[in-house]
């Protein structure tokens, strides 16, 4: 079946670093792919749509240039939170969808729990 | 008011019992509906689509009321694994958007 690889699975960095998070569709291409953020008890928010070779679609309320998104290839999205803060820490998943599979085609990533310290 | 609302949770119940689910949305416009399972700190699965007629999956049937925009889940005997927390996921233009969750703890 297919598979969402995201890494890394948890990270703790120094508050004002920059960490990336990358997500990677094994045996699929995946022209889109998402990036979610989920908080303690609370349900996973769709922060942007990633498009390959073109730029993300931010939701509302999510900064663009903090939250940098990069799908430089139909297989690979990378998700890098700037400068981070300690309000920054959260599970971040990213889920790519496989055309071939219609509304059965979202895979989802194991998730990346980032602490900012 | 959330797009996706459902049951607060969490919900105790003994191994063996029987537990219903609900879940509604706002959006008429919504186009496809499905459970998800999310175990603690880990990323959410598809558990089973709904449909309008109904559809069952061994001990778990969900169901579609779109008339009333609700959304329902049915475990029968259910088994100590069943614990995890199940998510009412809606598509809508694309995005999939996610309720809260309803946290369940099956009891020994």
Not at chain 2, 65 to 72: E, H, L, T
């Amino acid at each position: 079946g297919a598979v969402v690889s995201q890494h890394p699975s948890w990270v703790i960095c120094k508050s004002g670093t920059s960490v990336k998070i990358e997500c990677r569709s094994l045996d699929f291409q995946a022209t889109t792919m998402f990036w979610y953020r989920q908080f303690p008890k609370q349900s996973l928010m769709l922060m942007a749509t990633s498009n390959e070779g073109s730029k993300a679609t931010y939701e509302q309320g999510v900064e663009k240039d903090k939250f940098l998104i990069n799908h430089a290839s139909l297989t690979l999205s990378t998700l890098t939170v700037t400068s981070a803060h300690p309000e920054d820490s959260s599970f971040y998943i990213c889920s790519a969808k496989n055309e071939g599979r219609g509304l059965y085609g979202y895979t989802f990533g194991s998730g990346t729990r980032l602490t900012v310290v | 008011r959330k797009e996706v609302e459902q049951d607060p949770g969490p919900f105790n119940v003994p191994e063996g019992a029987t537990v219903a689910f609900n879940c509604t949305y706002s959006n008429s416009a919504s186009q496809s509906f499905f459970w998800y399972r999310q175990d603690c700190r880990k990323e959410p699965k598809l558990l089973m689509s709904v449909y309008s007629s109904g559809n069952e999956d061994g001990r778990f049937t969900a169901q579609l009321n779109r008339a009333s925009q609700y959304i329902s889940l049915l475990i029968r005997d259910s088994k100590l694994s069943d614990s995890a927390t199940y998510l009412c996921v809606v598509f809508r233009d694309d995005k999939i958007i996610f309720g809260k969750g309803t946290r369940l703890h099956i009891l020994p």
